[in-house]
C-alpha cells in the first residue's frame, strides 16, 4: 500500500498509520480521509494484522481537525456528503474488529478528537491538547464528535467541550476519561506500540466480538445486547483458541492463539 498523505509501519502483528501533513498540523483533507479509508479496509482484511496504532506526524500534532480550506467552501449538499463521508471512516474504524489505539502525540482538535474516539484506546503524551473547537468556527462537529464524545464523557461534560469549544490538556482529558493513558510524550510511540502488541497476541476471535458486543451492544436494548452478548459467548466456544486459552490455563503455560 502506498499513500501520499499516510505512511504504513509494520512491527509484527502491528501496523503503525501516521497520518502525514505535519505543514498543516495533518489536517484532514478529502484525500487522507480516502486514503485512510482504503488504508482501514486493507488492515481489516489482512489477517496477519491483529493491532492498529495510529498517529500523526511530526512532535506538534496528532490531527488538528479536518482541513478548514475544505470547510470554508461547503454548500449544504457538499457539506453532508462531507459529513458522512468522515463518519463513514470513523464508523469503519471502530468497526474493524481489530483494536485501534489512538496515540495522541499533540493537537486531537475537531475532526482529530473525533477520529481518536473512534478507536477503541486512545493514549495521549503529556502534552497533548484535545478538543471540539468548531463552535468557535461557527459550525457543529460533523464527524459524529457530538454523539461519541456524549457517550464516552457523559452528556454534560460533552456539552461543556462542545459549547465552549476549549482546548483541554492530556491530564484533564484523562481526568474526564477521554483518554486511556496519559505518559510522557518522549514514551508515547513506545507504550502505543507496546499495549499494541499486548492486545496482538489475544486471541483475535474473542477480541473482534469483545468490541462487536460493547459497540453493538450499547446502542441495543439491555436484555437484547444480553442475549448478542450470550450468542457471541456460545460462537466463540467453537473457537480453537478457547480449547487452547483454557487447555493453557490448566497446563500452566502461555497460550499461543492462531485466530482460529
Ligand atoms: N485545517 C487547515 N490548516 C490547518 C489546520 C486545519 N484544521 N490547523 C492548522 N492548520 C495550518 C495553519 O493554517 C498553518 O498553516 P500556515 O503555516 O500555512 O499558516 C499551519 O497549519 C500551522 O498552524 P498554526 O496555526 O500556525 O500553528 P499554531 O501552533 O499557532 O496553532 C493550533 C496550532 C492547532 C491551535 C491552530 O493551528 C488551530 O487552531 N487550528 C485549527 C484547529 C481547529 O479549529 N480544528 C477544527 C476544524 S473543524
Known amino acids: 500500500m502506498t499513500f501520499e498523505n499516510l505512511l504504513i509501519d509494520r512491527d509484527g502483528p502491528v501496523a503503525v498509520v501516521t497520518v502525514n501533513r505535519p505543514k498543516v498540523l495533518n489536517a484532514l483533507n478529502t484525500?487522507?480521509?480516502?486514503?485512510?479509508?482504503?488504508?482501514?479496509?486493507?488492515?481489516?482484511?489482512?489477517?496477519?494484522?491483529?493491532?492498529?496504532v495510529l498517529t500523526g506526524a511530526g512532535e506538534k500534532s496528532f490531527i488538528a481537525g479536518a482541513d478548514i480550506n475544505e470547510l470554508a467552501v461547503q454548500t449544504p449538499t457538499t457539506g453532508r456528503e462531507?459529513?458522512?463521508?468522515?463518519?463513514?471512516?470513523?464508523?469503519?474504524?471502530?468497526?474493524?474488529?481489530?483494536?485501534?489505539?489512538?496515540?495522541?502525540?499533540?493537537?486531537?482538535?475537531?475532526?482529530?478528537?473525533?477520529?481518536?474516539?473512534?478507536?477503541?484506546?486512545?493514549?495521549?503524551?503529556d502534552t497533548a491538547r484535545l478538543g471540539q473547537p468548531e463552535i468557535t468556527l461557527g459550525i457543529i462537529p460533523g464527524y459524529a464528535g457530538t454523539q461519541r464524545l456524549a457517550r464516552i464523557i457523559g452528556r454534560g461534560r460533552a456539552l461543556e467541550l462542545l459549547l465552549t469549544g476549549d482546548q483541554i490538556s492530556a491530564p484533564e482529558a484523562h481526568r474526564?476519561?477521554?483518554?486511556?493513558?496519559?505518559?510522557?510524550?518522549?514514551?508515547?510511540?513506545?507504550?502505543?506500540?507496546?499495549?499494541a502488541a499486548t492486545l496482538a497476541a489475544k486471541a483475535p476471535v474473542a477480541v473482534r466480538y469483545i468490541l462487536e458486543a460493547v459497540h453493538k451492544g450499547l446502542e441495543m436494548p439491555f436484555p437484547q445486547a444480553q442475549v448478542f452478548e450470550a450468542t457471541l459467548f456460545g460462537l466463540v466456544a467453537s473457537t480453537e483458541d478457547m480449547r487452547e486459552g483454557t487447555k493453557a490455563f490448566l497446563e500452566k503455560r502461555k497460550p499461543e492463539f492462531r485466530g482460529k
Not at 479496509?41 to 493491532?51: E, G
Not at 474526564?176 to 499495549?195: E, H, K, T
Open 31 to 52: 484525500q487522507t480521509l480516502d486514503e485512510l479509508r482504503r488504508a482501514i479496509l486493507a488492515l481489516k482484511h489482512d489477517d496477519s494484522v491483529r493491532a492498529v
Open 82 to 125: 462531507h459529513a458522512m463521508a468522515g463518519q463513514h471512516v470513523l464508523d469503519l474504524i471502530e468497526h474493524m474488529g481489530k483494536p485501534v489505539i489512538a496515540a495522541i502525540n499533540g493537537y486531537a482538535l475537531g475532526g482529530g478528537c473525533e477520529l481518536a474516539m473512534a478507536c477503541t484506546l486512545r493514549i495521549a503524551a
Open 176 to 195: 474526564l476519561g477521554l483518554v486511556n493513558r496519559v505518559v510522557p510524550a518522549a514514551d508515547l510511540m513506545r507504550d502505543a506500540r507496546a499495549l
